[in-house]
């Protein structure tokens, strides 16, 4: 019974460690992961967004106002997915700092746009890109950049948790599988003990009662001799 409830609870144990491991690695492959997806996704959007204003400043052509609305729908849907999925408060402030700095981004682009539908001269266009538009393109990189950096450590604390756990784990359960064993041995050994202390007295009281047995029995031989000799003499 000893060894059963013991074996039930080391188990628990072992299966609490072993989940605590998987949820830990779970969390590494749906979470931060897919947060660093998301962010190399932004990257990209924001280097084609950023050609396709360049595309549009030079040549006018509307091709490259779609270019750049599809490239801001990709930016705005893996945005989506990190605010839904970042859960630390560091990443949460650099996702804050993220939009913000993409809030004047937009804005800068939009007088870009209009710079040119209005036939601004090159010279006019040229000066707003390289004195507004290119820092703050820098600057969104460089927001991106922070957010990735961070992401990737998450993910690479994760694995590093996640491996220590599954190590743990592991390791408990051998722990607990040569404890159950030590404990089998030892009450499998005091069962052989206290069963030959059982056998040994049993053995000695047979042999008590035989000795008995065999001195009452002596004595009636003996009596009988004598009730036989005594007849013969009458």
């Known amino acids: 019974g000893i060894i059963v ?3 039930i609870i080391m188990a628990a144990i072992a299966v609490y460690a ?5 949820t830990s690695k779970d969390r590494v492959i749906t979470v931060n ?13 924001v280097a084609r967004r950023t050609a396709a204003v360049r595309g549009y400043m030079l040549s006018g052509d509307p091709a490259f106002l779609q270019r750049e609305q599809a490239a801001g729908q990709v930016f705005n849907d893996a ?3 990190l605010r839904s999925n970042v859960y630390t408060e560091e990443g949460k ?7 913000q700095t993409d ?4 804005a800068l682009i939009e007088r870009q746009n209009a710079l040119r ?4 001269s090159f010279d006019v266009m040229t000066r707003f890109m390289r004195e507004q538009v290119l820092p703050n393109i820098n600057a969104l990189d460089n927001r991106v950049d922070d957010f990735a950096r961070w992401e990737e450590k998450l993910l690479n604390d994760g694995r590093k948790t996640s491996s220590e756990a599954a190590s743990s784990a592991t390791t408990l359960v051998i722990i607990n599988a040569a404890l159950v064993l030590a404990l089998a041995m030892a009450v499998a050994i005091l069962l052989a003990k206290t069963l030959t202390r059982q056998v040994g007295s049993a053995v000695q009281e047979i042999q008590s009662s035989s000795a008995e047995l065999q001195s009452t029995a002596t004595q009636q031989v003996t009596g009988a001799r004598e009730q036989a000799t005594a007849m013969s003499e009458i």
Do not use: P, T, Y
Request: glycine share 2%.
């Open 103 to 106: 809030a004047q981004h937009e």
């Open 18 to 22: 072993l989940k605590r491991a998987v």
């Open 93 to 99: 402030r650099l996702l804050r700092d993220f939009e």
């Open 33 to 45: 992961a897919q947060n660093l997806i998301d962010a190399a996704k932004m990257q990209a959007a």
């Open 79 to 81: 945005l989506g997915h």
């Open 117 to 120: 539908q209005s036939n601004a």
């Open 5 to 7: 409830a013991l074996a």
